[in-house]
């Protein structure tokens, strides 16, 4: 599977838009991009996935660029409860159901 | 129903005790899986169950032995563990071997080993 990187840790304002962003320059054609979040002492949640096309649900978007090295996570009004460890998970068909968590993003959103 | 539960939340057992962690879903998912997490630490995958057979054991220690009676429920028993296996345990599932599906995760265990 490609590896991911992102940064360490990341101040949001409350209410303002967070966006993460995630490297994965060696990723491959079927490869898809996965965001989990794990809140404080709980299990990781499911946020959203995509393989080329951006994506959006009800809690988030997802950018990808062009040549699919990188991505951005977008929470668009973030609240107080979003404050978390984000992961960029970079999975294919060669990895069969196995998830590689990185080291992750540290979220704070202050008010 | 998008729920994985697991029990016991919270369990402390010493390193001669045996005890077992349980999983369970009704999602109809195929797949399943045991992570476990060190504090400050991300998830580190130890098994994966694909339709109730073994898939993946990632070289974990004899110590710790899962099973997956059916479809629904996954166990992970435990043995002679040590103080240095005190973690978060988490079970997780998905549909199978499909890429582009999202998987769903208990709230886990928090194991203290004395």
């Known amino acids: 599977d490609a590896k991911t990187t992102q940064p360490t840790s990341m101040d949001c304002a409350e209410g303002r838009a967070a966006n993460l962003p995630c490297n994965h320059s060696?990723?491959?054609?079927?490869?898809?991009v996965y965001w989990y979040r794990q809140i404080h002492s709980q299990g990781p949640q499911y946020i959203i996935h995509?393989?080329?096309n951006n994506e959006t649900n009800e809690m988030a978007s997802l950018i990808i660029t062009e040549d699919r090295k990188s991505s951005t996570l977008i929470l668009p009004h973030a609240t107080l409860r979003d404050t978390a460890v984000y992961y960029c998970?970079?999975?294919?068909?060669?990895?069969?159901?196995?998830?590689?968590f990185g080291g992750g993003t540290r979220v704070l959103v202050k008010p | 129903d998008t729920e994985v539960t697991q029990t016991p939340k919270h369990l402390v057992m010493g390193m001669t005790n045996k005890k077992s962690l349980k999983c369970e879903q009704h999602?109809?998912?195929?797949?399943m899986y045991w992570y476990k997490q060190k504090a400050k630490k991300p998830p580190e995958l130890m098994f994966v169950?694909?339709?109730?057979?073994?898939?993946i054991n990632e070289s974990v220690p004899s110590r710790f032995s899962p099973e997956c009676p059916n479809s629904s429920l996954l166990n992970l028993h435990l043995h002679a563990l040590q103080p240095e296996d005190s973690a978060l345990y988490l079970c997780?599932?998905?549909?199978?071997?499909?890429?582009?599906?999202?998987?769903?995760f208990g709230p886990g265990t928090r194991l203290t080993v004395t």
């Open positions: 997780d599932s998905s549909q199978g071997r499909v890429e582009g599906h999202e998987q769903y």
């Open positions: 060696t990723i491959s054609g079927n490869e898809y």
């Open positions: 998970i970079v999975k294919g068909r060669a990895a069969g159901n196995k998830l590689t």
């Open positions: 169950y694909s339709y109730e057979k073994l898939s």
């Open positions: 999602m109809g998912h195929r797949a």
């Open positions: 995509g393989l080329k």
